[in-house]
């Protein structure tokens, strides 16, 4: 029952978030989305696909499938921003964030409290007997965290008395 | 057991956030701290004294005393940055921010798993019976996610190359 609960907690905190970025995405029109958050920043088209990317590497950090477009990865993690790679549209990366969210939280309502406190794919066996911690759960925090300082950049995006 | 992972899982994403803090204050000149995080935003010094007085407000929530400081509430929740109203200097804030997380890391150490699972102050016994999450750990929860998002702002007081 306990366990219950904290999942919840935890599940909670990350849909918070999640809903918060999703206003600001469909609040947001594109022309502002191409703007850098702050002078010299990233742009928020950018930020929508880092964190999409990011997310979509829950899957497998979670041993529950693989990336839906693994090559996200490469545009919004490995490379920076304004590197001269190739971008998708922002309608094309609005609906890659909607559905590896979507997905997620499909394979999180799957997952069992037994296996939410198992390791999670990228700490060993036997580090795992040491720091329990390290389990599937606490990706999702790491995770709300990485999202919530996004959140706090991409906001910069909105007209200054709505902020 | 598993209880005392949870406080653990959650107690060390609030520590991880809390030095990220920590080393950007430490970092920043107070001349940079002067500064808005992006043009027209929050001062630096304003979201170090909004952080610090927001946490000030956990020993409260958790029921176990009250504000170092109550008088900063006013000037750094309840009042928007740049109103008019007199700030203390930023060595005093600095100091302020590092005594209440300070003194917020020896009462969580005091906090049995029990009392981490009762319910916070701002929680009714009624509304708590039926919403067992809204105890003490998801303050610090929901309150790690809210430091996240700032310190995503005050990193922009970094210079760019060193983001």
Do not use: C
């Not at 219950?4 to 905190?13: H, N, P, R, S, T």
């Not at 997310?55 to 693989?66: A, C, M, S, Y």
């Not at 921003?81 to 909607?98: F, Q």
């Amino acid at each position: 029952m306990q366990r219950e609960l904290f999942i919840k907690m935890v599940l909670d905190a990350w849909q918070t978030q999640i809903k918060r970025a999703d206003d600001l995405f469909n609040e947001l029109p594109d022309d502002q989305l191409m703007m850098e958050v702050s002078p010299g920043r990233n742009r928020g088209v950018y930020l929508l696909g880092h964190l999409a990317a990011i997310h979509d590497r829950i899957f497998r950090l979670l041993n529950v499938g693989e990336e839906i477009n693994p090559g996200m990865y490469e545009i919004f993690v490995a490379s920076p921003d304004k590197s001269g790679v190739k971008i998708p549209s922002i309608s094309e990366l609005k609906l890659y964030w909607k559905k590896v969210n979507a997905k997620l939280t499909e394979q999180f309502n799957k997952l069992s409290t037994d296996e939410w406190f198992q390791r999670h794919t990228s700490v060993s066996e036997e580090d795992f007997k040491k720091e329990p911690h390290r389990n599937k759960l606490n990706i999702i925090i790491t995770r709300t965290n990485h999202l919530a300082s996004h959140w706090g950049q991409l906001v910069f995006l909105k007209p200054k008395n709505q902020e």
